[in-house]
């Protein structure tokens, strides 16, 4: 019995994952944050508002954003630390159904000991009220969750190179 014998297309689909699996090309999101660092250690960001969860939430955010960019633990050399704070804002639409709120942060990037730069970053949303002071709580606290998230972001492009 012969071997049945191998098509183009095969033998091209092979030669072509040979060669990427050897050629030790690789897709990197490097960071380069200011003062010349690409990795940073975030500190807890101290919560200046009386939600209770909001720094903690910004912190954990920070720390998420720089370990999908490759750049989380700084060995000590820089610093990302910072305050938090949340307001309420006049609703958007008249009637009560939503709320809006704004979540401020002030971060600061210090390398080797010394302030690098500073950064105030604003973002606002509405949510919907509640039934009751629960569900509205919730809801306050899943906006603040989702401003936690897009403030983190824009607080490292801020600090970025």
Same mark, same amino acid.
């Given at each position: 019995?012969?071997? $049945?014998?191998?098509? +183009?297309? +095969?033998?091209?689909?092979?030669?072509?994952?040979?060669?990427?699996?050897?050629?030790?090309?690789?897709?990197? /999101?490097?960071?380069? &944050?200011?003062?010349?660092? %690409? $990795?940073?250690?975030?500190?807890?960001?101290?919560? &200046?508002?009386?939600? !209770?969860?909001?720094?903690?939430?910004?912190?954990? +955010?920070?720390?998420? /954003?720089?370990?999908?960019?490759?750049?989380?633990?700084?060995?000590?050399?820089?610093?990302?630390?910072?305050?938090?704070?949340?307001?309420?804002?006049? !609703?958007?639409?008249?009637?009560?159904?939503?709320? #809006?709120?704004?979540?401020?942060?002030?971060? $600061?990037?210090?390398?080797?000991?010394?302030?690098?730069?500073?950064?105030?970053? #604003? #973002?606002?949303?509405?949510?919907?009220?509640?039934?009751?002071?629960?569900?509205?709580?919730?809801?306050?606290?899943? /906006?603040?969750?989702?401003?936690?998230? %897009?403030?983190?972001?824009?607080?490292?492009? /801020?600090?970025?190179?």
């Amino acid at each position: 019995m012969r071997p $049945r014998p191998v098509g +183009a297309g +095969a033998r091209l689909l092979l030669a072509g994952a040979l060669a990427l699996a050897g050629c030790g090309y690789s897709v990197s /999101a490097g960071l380069k &944050l200011r003062g010349g660092v %690409e $990795r940073a250690e975030v500190r807890p960001f101290e919560n &200046l508002s009386t939600d !209770p969860s909001v720094g903690v939430e910004v912190t954990s +955010a920070l720390r998420e /954003a720089l370990a999908r960019r490759g750049a989380s633990g700084g060995g000590g050399r820089a610093l990302i630390d910072g305050q938090v704070l949340t307001d309420t804002v006049p !609703p958007s639409f008249a009637g009560g159904a939503t709320q #809006r709120v704004a979540l401020v942060v002030r971060a $600061r990037l210090s390398v080797d000991g010394a302030l690098a730069v500073e950064r105030v970053v #604003r #973002r606002e949303t509405d949510y919907l009220t509640g039934a009751d002071a629960l569900e509205g709580e919730a809801r306050r606290a899943q /906006a603040l969750q989702r401003l936690a998230g %897009e403030a983190a972001r824009d607080v490292l492009s /801020a600090l970025e190179d």
